[in-house]
């Protein structure tokens, strides 16, 4: 039985490792290219370590275009994301706690079309959502992008918090409101502290996906000094004349360290707050 076990954990691993591998490689190919000379990318794809490791790739992306850096990209992209993740955030968590705390007529039904705005694909809602931004004038600018998240769009946020908040024993509720406590201060000073391993998984979610949002940047912003990364990269690709692969690799590489980063200093925090396990009481 012994050995039995030894051979599957043996196999188990050897499975796991080789699919973990091929998941990475991209990754890891992409990378090493950012070191490669650019007209050697292709000819040299089945090789990954460069036989010569070069650096102008990085120089020659982070010039940008039509001098505009590519630290203004990074910049536009990080105004973005924070300010769209701290609208996401703070407006779920005052969703769900309404929803998970609060008794009113029309609770079941909203808790309903949540959950039925999760299942919506959101290219349902482009078209509308275009032409509704145009009429508001806000085509051209970042308010598409950051204003619709301080209304609680993302039904996944307030679904994970409704069940962090669901775990948090009511007695609390009940021992504040006694001590005269409303019902914003009990949010603000209970329930917020106590759910933050799922403030911070929305928040790492959320930041994840704004970065990463090309086709909502493509559709609304229309000068290239606005553009963030992920619409900036495609600037290196011109199928009308020649590309500049590496540079666009080595920008691709910086592009993921935020998300990189973000993922290893708040892991702890992730993997808890999918777990959602909440508090026992």
């Not at 070191?35 to 292709?42: G, Q, V, Y």
């Not at 959320?206 to 704004?210: A, E, I, K, L, V």
């Given at each position: 039985m012994k050995t039995r076990k030894r051979i599957g954990g043996i196999v188990y691993h050897v499975i796991v490792c080789g699919l973990g591998l091929i998941m990475i490689y991209p990754l890891v190919w992409m990378i090493?290219?950012?070191?490669?000379?650019?007209?050697?990318?292709?000819?040299?794809?089945g090789q990954l370590i460069p036989k010569k490791f070069v650096l102008a790739n990085y120089a020659t992306g982070w010039k940008g275009f039509a001098k505009t850096g590519f630290v203004v990209f990074f910049r536009n992209s990080l105004f973005v994301a924070i300010v769209a993740t701290l609208g996401t955030v703070f407006s779920s968590a005052f969703v769900a706690y309404g929803l998970a705390r609060c008794r009113f007529f029309g609770r079941r039904f909203l808790f309903v079309a949540m959950l039925l705005s999760m299942m919506l694909p959101a290219q349902v809602l482009m078209i509308?959502?275009?032409?509704?931004?145009?009429?508001?004038?806000?085509?051209?600018?970042?308010?598409?992008?950051?204003?619709?998240?301080?209304?609680?769009?993302?039904?996944?946020?307030?679904?994970l918090m409704i069940n962090f908040i669901d775990g948090i024993p009511r007695e609390l509720d009940e021992a504040?409101?006694?001590?005269?406590?409303?019902?914003?201060?009990?949010?603000?000073?209970i329930i917020l502290p106590l759910i933050t391993p799922a403030l911070i998984t929305a928040s790492i979610f959320?930041?994840?996906?704004?970065w990463d949002d090309f086709l909502s940047a493509l559709l609304y912003i229309n000068e290239s000094a606005k553009y963030p990364v992920s619409l900036a990269l495609k600037l290196f690709c011109d199928p009308g004349s020649s590309s500049d692969y590496g540079a666009m690799f080595a920008m691709a590489?910086?592009?993921?360290?935020?998300?990189?980063?973000i993922f290893i200093g708040l892991q702890k925090y992730l993997v808890e707050g999918i777990s959602t396990s909440g508090l026992k009481g």
């Open positions: 090493m290219s950012s070191f490669k000379e650019s007209n050697t990318i292709f000819t040299t794809a509308p959502q275009y032409l509704w931004y145009q009429k508001l004038g806000w085509v051209g600018s970042y308010r598409p992008l950051i204003v619709p998240y301080y209304f609680a769009i993302q039904g996944f946020f307030i679904y504040a409101k006694i001590d005269g406590c409303s019902y914003y201060s009990i949010f603000a000073r959320s930041f994840m996906w704004r590489t910086l592009s993921i360290m935020p998300a990189v980063l």
